[in-house]
């Protein structure tokens, strides 16, 4: 629908400055608020079928019966509307049913807000400087819970039946279980299709295991991961040619039992970041250096020569390196049988790392949370905001997908 210029000028004849069009009572405000009233006066004309002062309603058994007034939140603050009503009381508005005090934009403006990470107060504060109206917490909440039903969908939908690569890794927070915070291990899958397109799998919160002395833990476990990729595998889930992991201790095996065709690639800079662990400083820079050798090297039989060099030197000073490096071999070394694109894309979990550091933006204002579905929730919200930047595809992605069908033959989908 197009506008005229003379009902533009009509509008902004008063217009002298940008409050009066914007500000409270401006132009944009009284023309929502007419707009609104204008539309549900048109819905009861629809719901008595006849227009106002037609004779078609003279004894048609209902009829208008006046106005009330209605405050509606909105994006553009609080909304005083008035709204029709029938004798007969059978008349509810489908732009503002009944019960509604807030506009679908300003629940939108809500949940964009929580999704960014403000707490309950931030937002009550936000909306009433910026509206000039007042928000509760229990209508800020009841917001928040509409996401509920999409959050379900979500974490139910089916997945592709086909992954180049898939990224594991964890991140740990405070919450609330049985009247005490604990640190719990939230597990985050993140997906590269044949397309390059990135897809986050899934969100899940460990349950605890029980140790030996029959103490719950909730800290990151392989026994849960397995959990993890079964329900995966369950959601289409039939094959993935390489899972990229941090060094957590029966993670490939629990790969190795949901996905055993797949290949597995240990992240190099955790171990790295492990092997500083055992380091003074002073010797760290030297160290890492030394390292260098053994995951630039061109290939695996080179890498094991640069490790057998660096055992020859640190060996016996840092037994402890050598031996963490040479139990992980298998699933450290895989990388190395491709070209540089594929070895940059799967040496590390960055990939997954740098979609954690955002959600942890996010999660920066809440040190715990009351709950589980409190966490899934913000998470969630976040994650629709984070993924909106996801459209390209992996740098060098026809390079990547032309040598894995080489490595793989046969595995690929070609359709």
């Known amino acids: 629908m197009n506008i005229s210029d003379d009902l533009l000028s009509q509008l902004l004849k008063d217009y002298k400055e940008p409050k009066d069009l914007i500000g409270e009572g401006g132009i944009f405000e009284q023309l929502q608020a007419r ?29 208008r019966n006046g106005t009330y007034p209605r405050k509606i ?106 009247g005490r915070f604990v640190n719990k291990a939230v597990y985050v899958a993140v997906g590269v299709d044949v397309e390059g397109k990135r897809d986050v799998l899934g969100l899940w919160i460990g349950d605890g295991i029980v140790d030996k002395k029959g103490e719950k833990k909730y800290g990151e476990s392989a026994g849960f991961w397995l959990d993890v990729l079964n329900e995966i595998k369950h959601r289409g889930v039939e094959d993935v040619l390489i899972v990229c992991v941090d060094g957590l201790k029966g993670f490939p095996k629990a790969i190795g039992v949901a996905f055993p065709e797949a290949r597995i690639q240990l992240c190099i800079v955790h171990m790295l970041r492990n092997s500083a662990l055992f380091l003074s400083y002073k010797k760290r820079k030297i160290i890492m250096n030394d390292l260098k050798p053994i995951y630039t090297a061109k290939n695996e039989k080179e890498a094991a020569k640069a490790l057998n060099y660096f055992e020859e030197i640190w060996g016996e000073e840092h037994p402890r390196i050598v031996k963490t490096w040479r139990e992980n071999w298998n699933n450290l070394v895989p990388f190395l049988d491709y070209g540089g694109a594929i070895r940059k894309a799967i040496y590390t979990t960055n990939s997954i790392e740098s979609l954690n550091m955002s959600l942890r933006r996010v999660l920066k204002t809440r040190p715990s949370f009351p709950n589980n579905d409190s966490v899934y929730k913000l998470l969630f919200l976040g994650l629709q905001k984070i993924t909106q930047r996801w459209s390209k595809s992996v740098k060098s992605w026809s390079e990547i997908i032309g040598e894995l069908d080489i490595k793989f033959p046969g595995r690929i989908p070609t359709s």
């Not at 979500?154 to 991140?171: G, H, Q, T, V």
């Open 35 to 63: 707009l609104l009233q204008a539309v549900t006066h048109g819905e009861l004309n629809h719901h008595l079928g006849y227009e106002k002062h037609d004779k078609a309603g003279n004894n048609s058994g209902n009829s």
């Open 73 to 178: 939140k909105t994006e553009s603050g609080e909304l005083e509307i008035k709204m029709p009503r029938d004798r007969n009381g059978t008349f509810s508005s489908t732009i503002i049913p009944k019960n509604t005090t807030r506009f679908d934009g300003f629940d939108k403006q809500i949940i964009s807000l929580y999704a960014s990470g403000l707490t309950m107060r931030e937002i009550r504060d936000h909306v009433k400087q910026v509206y000039k109206t007042d928000v509760s917490p229990e209508l800020i909440s009841t917001v928040v819970d509409q996401v509920k039903e999409d959050l379900d969908v979500w974490r139910n939908r089916e997945l592709k039946d086909f992954y180049c690569f898939i990224f594991l890794d964890a991140i740990h927070l405070k919450i609330k279980e049985s």
